[in-house]
């Protein structure tokens, strides 16, 4: 099992940058994935990006591609989003998921973070 702790969310300004984090412990030394998703009050989880853990290819949805960020640093098993040109429709609360593979659900969830972006 994989435990994953979010953090970094806060207020930011239209255009402004976040970063979010997420802390991976426990099932970590092999190969999983890590996807980071949002959710709106009232909506499903939206997907954002994912990244392979340590392989570090990454994927990006339409909505965020050239403005986020998706990153880790292996060693420390956390993964980053780095939150660029920020967008009052990126508000939403903010959660890391951890896989162990394509195939495979995103079974471990963390807290969440709320992201609030103001005009």
């Known amino acids: 099992q994989v435990q994953l702790v979010e953090s970094g969310g806060g207020l930011a300004q239209v255009g402004g940058s976040l970063r979010l984090s997420c802390a991976a412990s426990g099932r970590t030394f092999g190969s999983y994935y890590i996807g980071w998703f949002r959710q709106y009050p009232g909506k499903e989880r939206e997907f954002v990006a994912h990244?392979?853990?340590?392989?570090?290819?990454?994927y990006y949805a339409d909505s965020v591609k050239g403005r986020f960020t998706i990153s880790r640093d292996s060693a420390r098993n956390t993964a980053y989003l780095q939150m660029n040109s920020l967008k009052p429709e990126d508000t939403a609360i903010y959660y890391c998921?951890?896989?162990?593979?394509?195939?495979?659900?995103?079974?471990?969830w963390g807290q969440g973070t709320q992201v609030t972006v103001s005009s």
């Open positions: 998921a951890a896989r162990y593979g394509v195939a495979t659900n995103y079974g471990f």
């Open positions: 990244i392979m853990m340590p392989g570090g290819n990454t």
